[in-house]
Nanobody
Framework: QGHLVESGGGLVEPGGSLRLSCAAS????????MSWYRQVPGKERELIAT????????DFADSVRGRFTISRDNTKRTMYLQMSSLKPEDTAIYFC?????????????WGQGTQVTVSS
């Protein structure tokens, strides 16, 4: 069914950078589109970006386009989110998601989330 573990979150000052990682197991990673989402209390989970099988990112949220980069390393079964020029409004729990075949929309495996806090 699949298992995802995020890491790399933490506290960073505005204008700083962080790189999140999502380690995957239990499914054919190289054949699975992957996405990053984020959520703040009281709001719906927001799609940040998706990376296709060809390694190209798409579906970037307007709020992060040009600042965040999504990538993957199939040999390491890991997806990354490089976040730059961070703003306080980027503070959220960040989740990775695997669009494993056979599940409905957002029905595939999710990670447990990693907290990102942008504050001085």
């Amino acid at each position: 069914q699949g298992h995802l573990v995020e890491s790399g979150g933490g506290l960073v000052e505005p204008g700083g950078s962080l790189r999140l990682s999502c380690a995957a197991s239990g499914f054919f990673f190289a054949a699975t589109e992957m996405s990053w989402y984020r959520q703040v209390p009281g709001k719906e989970r927001e799609l940040i970006a998706t990376i296709g099988l060809d390694g190209r990112g798409r579906d970037f949220a307007d709020s992060v386009r040009g600042r965040f980069t999504i990538s993957r390393d199939n040999t390491k079964r890991t997806m990354y989110l490089q976040m730059s020029s961070l703003k306080p409004e980027d503070t959220a729990i960040y989740f990775c998601y695997a669009a494993v075949e056979g599940f409905g929309p957002r029905g595939g495996p999710w990670g447990q989330g990693t907290q990102v806090t942008v504050s001085s």
